[in-house]
């Protein structure tokens, strides 16, 4: 039986902690304690802020010193991710941008952003793995499995901050290509319409359009017509889960293949190139670099098959 010692910890912040609250830093820090007992030292004194009690609400300020006595830690069980050498050259090869603050890649559709519900890992996982000199990596927002596309990491935690802050302000643009089924009779169609999660067995299983939801809002635009599926660009104004996927949907022109929002009778009367895939790419994206404020305009390729599924449905 392993005997663990208690023991006292003391740490300096530095600026990419600052304004962060300090149950939210302590719950990073130390993932295996538990967060009742986090309130519970904080509220006693066993964990004091410039030799201070604070409320767990306490926001953080640059040289703060923390202070944690007699604390037992179990340590973090760091589970191994196999990361074959085809799926490591996929990933890298799919970077699009990079400095000290992000990573820009163009996500591989079949790709979770990370592991849970019983994925072994996701492209954060992945990423950890074969870039092991990368201290800080977390993903800045998200992308869902069989979506393919622009996606951001942050390399340091005030890049996180700044990009959730421009998230928060929609100063971020994000843009998507998509083939719709049908022929789209306006050149310009605005769903607004709210989304609700609905949950199975406490898990998260679809959205729905229900007056409870969340505000949500989606343009989609016309780019080409074909004869029976249209492609459009598409200007999501919420960043909901799965928004562009339901409000296309509800549209009467849901997203090509999507096993989930989709139409499998009109599925099965398209023609697909050699394998069907989710027809949805995040292909654009402008936001505020979190260092210097320029402005950042990202494009992102299609991949093989979306792009010969396009030529196939042009020639018909």
Do not use: W
Not at 259 to 283: E, T, V
């Amino acid at each position: 039986m392993k005997i663990l010692m208690k023991k006292n910890y003391v740490f300096s912040i530095q600026k990419d902690f600052i304004f962060q609250r300090i149950d939210n830093f302590l719950f990073n820090k130390f993932k295996t304690l538990p967060k009742s007992l986090i309130y519970k030292n904080l509220r006693i004194g066993k964990i004091l802020i410039n030799k201070k009690k604070k409320k767990p609400s306490y926001k953080l300020q640059k040289n703060d010193i923390i202070y944690l006595f007699n604390i037992k830690i179990e340590p973090i069980k760091i589970k191994k991710i196999s990361c074959n050498f085809k799926i490591k050259q996929k990933i890298l090869k799919n970077i699009l941008y990079e400095d000290q603050h992000l990573i820009i890649l163009n996500k591989p559709y079949g790709f979770s952003v990370h592991g849970g519900s019983g994925i072994q890992s996701g492209i954060i996982e992945i990423f950890r793995t074969i870039r092991t000199d990368i201290k800080f990596l977390e993903l800045i927002h998200r992308l869902d499995k069989d979506t393919s596309g622009i996606l951001l990491l942050a390399k340091k935690r005030s890049t996180l901050k700044n990009l959730h802050q421009q998230l928060r302000e929609k100063k971020i643009k994000k843009y998507y290509i998509s083939v719709l089924h049908g022929m789209l009779k306006k050149q310009k169609i605005i769903i607004d319409l709210p989304i609700l999660k609905t949950y199975r067995k406490k898990k998260f299983n679809i959205v729905t359009i229900h007056k409870n939801g969340k505000p949500s809002k989606t343009i989609f635009l016309i780019k080409k017509i074909f004869s029976n599926c249209t492609l459009v660009i598409i200007k999501p104004i919420t960043g909901r889960t799965h928004q562009i996927r339901i409000h296309a949907a509800q549209s009467g022109h849901p997203v090509l293949y999507d096993p989930k929002y989709g139409n499998s009778i009109l599925d099965s009367k398209i023609k697909f190139y050699k394998k069907k895939r989710l027809l949805l790419h995040a292909y654009k994206i402008t936001f505020l670099h979190p260092e210097t404020n320029k402005n950042i305009c990202i494009y992102a390729p299609l991949d093989k098959i979306f792009k010969k599924n396009l030529s196939f449905f042009s020639k018909k």
